[in-house]
C-alpha cells in the first residue's frame, strides 16, 4: 500500500502549506471519526532514512497504532509527527486502516455546511479564471461525488504527467499547466495536478486539500521494500458528511487509472478472473492512488525536486510564521496585552526545553521552572527579571488597580526575548540549529 506522510490545506497561493492541530498523544491512537469504509488493517515495520526532512512520520492509510517514543497525532488530518523533532534516522512499527472506496456508496454523499469546514473552500485572490472556465465546464452539474471524480477525469484525461516540469504549485504554476476543457493540456508532476485538482474542488464548493505520501517502493528479499524520496507521490482530497477524506486519483497515468486497472487485470490467469469476478467488489479506480506508470522507474529521479521544492517551502514557512508570531505578541496591542503575549513566549519557550509547567502550576511555579532552567553564567548574562513579569502577570489577571505603562510593556518584553535567547543557546547544538524550525508552537493553545 501506499503510505500518508503530510497533509497541506492552508493556501497561499503560491503554496500550500500544512495542516496542523498536533497533540501530545500515546502509541495508540484513535479510530478515524467517521470510520473509514471497509476497512483493513495493515501493519509495517518502517526505518526512515536520514535524508527524510521534517518531523512528520510515514504511516500506512489512517494510523491506529505508531512505535515512536512520543508521538503528535492530528486526527483531523491522519498526520503523526515526532515531537521530539525530526523523524529521519527513526524505526518504528505502524498499524492503520486501509479504506475500500466504492463509488456507489459515495454517490449520494454531501458536502459539510458546517463553518470549520470554510476555510478549506477558500481561494486567496488572484485565482486563474481557467479553474471557473473548467468547473463551469466539467462539474456544473451533478452530485458533490459526481462533480469531484469528473475534475479527477478532467485532469486524468486532457493532460499529461511530465516530471521534467519546473516545480511550484501555485497559481501561475497550475495556470501554465491547465487548459480550458476541450482542449489538450500541458504536461506536470503529480504535486501539481494534485495542487490542481485541490484548486478546482474548492472553485467547485467542494472542501479539498493536498495530501503526500510514498508509492509502495520496490519489493526486496525476505519481504521488505525500499522506498526512496522518487516514490513521492501527491494527491487531491475532498470532505464528504459521514465519510471523511475520499482520496481522488488525479495524476495522468497513475497505476489505478483506467488504463492500469485495466492491465492488472489483463495479466491475471483465468482463473484469478473468475474468482475476482465473483468475490470482489467492483473497484473504484478513481481512489486508487500512487505513481504514475512507467517503464523502467516507477518514479524518475528527477522528479523529486519538484515536490521537495514544495515540501522544503512549507519548511521555511515555519520559521517566517513563528517570528511573525512572536513579533505580534511583543510589539502589537495594548501594554497588557504585550505583556501576557511575552507571557506566552516564555511559555513556549519552556515547552520547547521539554520543561512544560504541569496544569496545577502558577504563574509564580512557572518563573521559578524557568529560572532554573539557566545555569548561573547565563542567568547574569540575560539579566532577566522574571520575579516582575510573574506580578505584572497576575495583576492583569487578578488585580483592579492601574494598568500597565508602556514603558513597563517594553522592558518586560526586552527580557522575556533575553531570556528565551540564553534558553536556546544553552540547549544542544542540535536543538539550537532546529530551534525556529520546530512547527509544534504555532499549534499550541495559549494559556
Known sequence: ??????????????????????????QELPEPVPPLPHATGVSAEITVGEDLPGSWAPVVGAPRRIGLPSPGYSAFSGTVVSMDGAVAGTRY???????????????????????????????????????????????SEGSPYQRARALAEYLRRSHRFDPETPGGHGYANVAAVLAPPGEEGGGGTSEQFASAFAMLARAAGLPSRVAVGFGAGTEEAGGT???????AVAWGEVYFDGVGWVPFAVTPGEEGGDDASEAARSERTPEEAESAQDQAPPQDDAHDVAGPRREPERFPVWAVPAIAGGLLAAVLA?????????????????????????????????????SEPPPGHTVSDTVALARGLLPETAQAWAHVDLGRLGRTVNGIGFAAGPGVTGEQAASITEGVRRQLRALRLS??????????????????RER
Do not use: K, M
Open 427 to 444: 540547549r544542544s547544538r542540535t536543538r539550537r540549529l532546529t530551534w525556529w524550525f520546530d512547527p509544534r508552537p504555532l499549534l499550541w
Open 1 to 26: 500500500v501506499s503510505l500518508r506522510w503530510v497533509t497541506l490545506s492552508d493556501f497561499t497561493g503560491t503554496t500550500w502549506l500544512p495542516e496542523g492541530g498536533y497533540r501530545a498523544a500515546g
Open 225 to 231: 521494500r525500499t522506498v526512496h524520496t522518487g516514490d
Open 93 to 139: 512499527q505502524v498499524t492503520g486502516d486501509v479504506a475500500d472506496w466504492r463509488p456507489d456508496e459515495l454517490a449520494g454523499a454531501s458536502t459539510p455546511a458546517d463553518e470549520i469546514f470554510d476555510r478549506y473552500r477558500e481561494l486567496p485572490a488572484g485565482a486563474p479564471s481557467v479553474l471557473n472556465d473548467v468547473v463551469a465546464a466539467v462539474a
Open 318 to 354: 515555519v520559521p517566517a510564521l513563528r517570528l511573525a508570531r512572536s513579533g505580534r505578541r511583543l510589539r502589537a496591542g495594548t501594554p497588557e496585552r504585550r505583556v501576557l503575549g511575552a507571557w506566552h513566549e516564555l511559555r513556549d519557550g519552556l515547552r520547547l526545553c521539554a
